[in-house]
């Protein structure tokens, strides 16, 4: 097993202490299976084991009274689920576990939970390959991650994100930077060096990681003795008993590539053969396919082709097996999926309130009862007294008057249900049909074996059922901002304008376009709907992707005036034409365009921002010249102290 001796012995020592707890408390039980999880992630990469402590920590969470425990526990047991699907290759699963943690994150403002989705999410844009939007990811989670306990934990994971931005830029060749972030990364272990030095070995271990990566830099920039002393000084460090041998290994087939691009054969074969020795140890599939590609060209350099052949169809074999895992992660539309379970939460969230509005319903046909047992009773005593006449007749009118009232207000909840009603049975059954089975067998459809003319029809089949769901999407907002008024409360702009932009960053990346934030200096607090103003950046967000160019930037302003906050959304992108400016914001207009890489639009976005932003007593208006860009402009009042 791929077991440290050190955290072995950890492990075990804590399944004693445990053991011989005569009641553990819930606390107690969660943190032992969260040790057990991380164990078999880190050290014994088990991704079974992985699943099942996951699991455990999701159903110990529920159990928890305490709003804030409740909400940290349960939203780290998803991201732990998650993490465990993601390392099964199970990527929508883990998709959706991330979604449930960072919802509850962003519902309860806690930035040590978002910054734990951030991090996830700067892991899958790395392994996605979209370098420049990890590093954000990762440098967003770096500031959010100053709300964890002061802890080790906390420490280690904050190492980890300044490496992790380095080797973003390093892969997309920002040599300055990542060297740059390699040397915050030691900085910032020798802060700590005093604090933890009963655990010193951990810190060694992350240092050897980040001199590893510098050695990779040193390479790159054509200073091979310094990158061999860098590399064989992270070996050194990660071949100890009780290190990090898995993350020698690949440093080891990086020095191996030095030694080859030397022509230094001797030095290389005799690397290869320890290497090989470790790897029948600690299983290493990426350090394995490195070896035997490395082999392949050391049998070249000494012209023995037929093992050099041998290797290299061992290499084409394992190079293949991972090529497939990083094509499914890179072909994954994560910007989709979280669509996907958004939508599912809102249907949620309409279910609920159609709950809501039968319990009203019910207490209101409960007193229309009460009023006529009421009246019966009033009418049975008209005879008694004529001195109690005058004041029958005045309670009579009283009773009238509030049986209008029940009747108008039935009537209308009775029209708001059936429209729910009507709107929710539509969703629901486009959901499971065309997108719950067409997209779901077309996307399987496109991974089989067809002609390249079939996958072609195929993929315009997804196409068409994806737009399908947009279209839902948007009838499904214009028909809820027309209900009813608002439920706002305080919400600090700033915040919510960043979460807009980093959901949006997916969206974006897929054209190459960079979404650039010019927050306030300090926080302002607005009255505001936090969920419908949020709609109302996002869709202005979208809209500046979709017209805008492939590489293009997007400028996401706030002006802070006397009386209001301005919210400032521009591109430069093909601009809106004169004829069809005074009727952008009417619903179903004509005046639709598809974007610049062929993007459908429906015509009812910025009809449902109008509403919104009239909602609230603000205002929202757009400047615009044709081909050059387009400026739209939203402000809101701050509240009254």
């Not at 510098?214 to 100890?240: P, R």
């Not at 009118?397 to 429209?419: R, Y």
């Not at 929710?424 to 089989?448: F, K, Y």
């Amino acid at each position: 097993m791929n077991a440290t001796k050190r955290e072995k012995e950890g492990i075990i020592y804590l399944d004693i202490k445990y053991n011989k707890l005569n009641n553990p408390t819930l606390s107690d039980k969660l943190q032992y299976y969260r040790s057990h999880f991380m164990y078999s992630k880190k050290v014994a990469r088990d991704t079974k084991q992985e699943l099942l402590y996951s699991d455990s920590m999701m159903m110990l969470s529920g159990k928890f009274t305490n709003v804030k425990q409740y909400v940290y526990n349960t939203a780290d047991a998803n991201f732990a689920k998650g993490d465990a699907y993601f390392d099964l290759n199970q990527y929508p699963n883990a998709y959706r576990y991330y979604y449930e943690g960072y919802i509850l994150g962003k519902n309860y403002l806690d930035n040590s939970l978002l910054a734990e989705y951030t991090y996830r999410m700067g892991m899958v844009s790395f392994r996605q390959s979209h370098y420049n939007l990890a590093a954000s990811y990762f440098k967003e989670s770096f500031s959010q991650g100053s709300a964890y306990n002061d802890d080790f934990r906390a420490f280690y994971q904050r190492q980890e994100l300044l490496n992790d931005i380095g080797e973003s830029y390093l892969n997309v060749g920002n040599i300055d930077s990542a060297t740059l972030y390699f040397n915050k990364t030691l900085a910032f272990i020798d802060k700590y060096n005093d604090r933890f030095k009963d655990i010193g070995y951990k810190l060694d271990i992350a240092r050897a990681v980040t001199w590893g990566d510098q050695g990779k830099v040193m390479y790159k920039k054509g200073d091979y003795v310094e990158a061999q002393k860098l590399f064989q000084k992270s070996i050194n460090y990660g071949l100890k008993k009780s290190y990090d041998n898995f993350n020698a290994e690949l440093v080891e087939a990086d020095l191996a590539d030095l030694y080859l691009k030397q022509h230094q054969l001797k030095p290389l074969y005799s690397l290869l053969q320890d290497l090989h020795k470790q790897l029948d140890t600690v299983k290493n599939p990426g350090a394995l396919t490195s070896w035997n590609r490395l082999m392949s060209a050391y049998y070249v350099q000494n012209k023995d082709y037929a093992k050099s052949l041998d290797y290299y169809k061992k290499y084409s074999e394992l190079k293949d097996s991972l090529s497939k895992v990083d094509l499914f992660i890179k072909e994954t539309d994560i910007n989709q999926q979280l669509a996907n379970y958004d939508n599912q939460y809102q249907i949620q969230a309409l279910k609920d309130n159609n709950k809501l509005q039968k319990t009203f319903l019910y207490l209101s046909i409960l007193g229309g009862i009460m009023a006529l047992v009421i009246m019966l009773l009033v009418f049975r005593n008209w005879g008694r007294s004529k001195r109690d006449l005058k004041a029958i007749s005045k309670l009579n009118q009283q009773i009238n008057s509030q049986k209008n009232d029940l009747e108008s207000t039935l009537e209308e909840l009775k029209t708001n249900s059936q429209e729910k009603d009507r709107i929710l049975r539509t969703v629901a059954h486009d959901l499971r049909n065309p997108i719950g089975g067409i997209v779901s067998l077309t996307n399987m459809m496109l991974e089989d074996g067809y002609t390249e003319e079939q996958k072609e029809l195929i993929s315009l089949v997804n196409s068409t059922s994806g737009n399908t769901l947009e279209l839902i999407n948007e009838i499904l907002e214009a028909t809820n901002h027309k209900i009813g008024k608002s439920n706002k409360e305080l919400v600090d702009i700033n915040a919510l304008v960043s979460n807009s932009v980093e959901i949006m960053n997916f969206k974006a990346a897929e054209k190459d376009q960079k979404i650039v934030t010019e927050l306030l200096d300090a926080p302002a607090i607005l009255l505001v709907s936090r969920e419908r103003i949020w709609r109302v950046i996002s869709n202005l967000i979208s809209n500046a992707i979709k017209f805008s160019p492939n590489g293009a930037s997007i400028l996401v302003k706030l002006i802070n005036d006397d009386k209001e906050v301005k919210i400032c959304v521009s591109d430069d992108g093909i601009g809106i034409p004169d004829n069809i400016k005074e009727n952008v914001f009417n619903m179903f207009t004509d005046s639709k365009r598809p974007g610049t890489a062929g993007e459908k639009s429906f015509g009812l976005g910025l009809s449902i921002c109008q509403q919104i932003i009239e909602n609230h007593g603000g205002k929202i208006w757009f400047e615009s010249e044709n081909n050059k860009g387009t400026t739209f402009f939203v402000t809101l009042n701050k509240p009254v102290a």
